[in-house]
């Protein structure tokens, strides 16, 4: 690790809690729009579906719009729980639009970054769409950290495509040899950064521990700095 200079996060589950974040926003829209639903029920069967969307739209399989109306059509199905189409995209709309207010971040995130701003050089690289990463950043408080910002949108392709790493070192002025990755998906983040030549740190926050997991892990975010 001595010879890193550049650090590149990604971040969605590793350094902004997606999932805390999300279910407040979801029970915002769900009292704002008198949805008669147990929200424990739907966010349970929500976020496999959603995991599951994402991953597609990662394999170019599903467009953006598709995933954010699909994503919620297929959850309220699967409570059967009647609703509309509009209703549907409202929320979806509004989902996005609403979702960076809401700013918890992991344990340990502002420190780890506080840790490595005077050593490192420190960017972003994510799947999340444009529109709305930057905001859940200021809203953070973690914006002023990176240097560059890199989302699959501005380039035309996603996490694992070995283009957004080459574009990342591009912009970043970095190369593979002085660069790291530190994410929470082993396809995207780790196994994306490892087959472009970049270092890795796999974020293990839930503590999966998959089998035949040979990667450099962590288990909170504070543990990177026995690590950098």
């Not at 809203?139 to 495509?161: A, L, M, R």
């Not at 998906?185 to 040979?214: Q, R, V």
């Amino acid at each position: 690790m001595a010879r890193i200079k550049h650090v590149f996060f990604d971040l969605d589950h590793t350094l902004w809690d997606f999932e805390k974040n999300s279910d407040l926003t979801f029970q915002e829209l769900f009292k704002k729009y008198q949805i008669d639903l147990d929200i424990a029920i739907f966010l349970e069967v929500y976020k496999p579906i959603n995991f599951k969307y994402w991953r597609l739209y990662r394999q170019e399989k599903v467009s953006k719009e598709q995933l954010r109306y699909q994503r919620l059509k297929e959850a309220f199905d699967a409570v059967h729980f009647s609703i509309s189409d509009e209703l549907i995209d409202t929320l979806a709309i509004q989902y996005i639009k609403l979702m960076p207010n809401f700013n918890h971040l992991f344990d340990g995130a502002i420190d780890i970054l506080n840790y490595l701003k005077d050593t490192y050089q420190l960017h972003i690289i994510t799947n999340g769409f444009e529109e709305v990463q930057t905001k859940k950043m200021k809203s953070s408080k973690i914006y002023h950290y990176f240097d560059q910002v890199i989302t699959s949108e501005s380039v035309g392709v996603k996490k694992p495509n070995p283009l957004i790493f080459k574009h990342a070192l591009s912009v970043a002025k970095a190369t593979k040899e002085n660069s790291i990755m530190i994410g929470d998906s082993i396809e995207a983040d780790i196994e994306g950064a490892i087959n472009f030549g970049f270092k890795a740190i796999y974020c293990d926050f839930e503590n999966t521990n998959p089998k035949g997991n040979t990667f450099v892990t962590v288990r909170a975010l504070h543990e990177i700095k026995q690590l950098l």
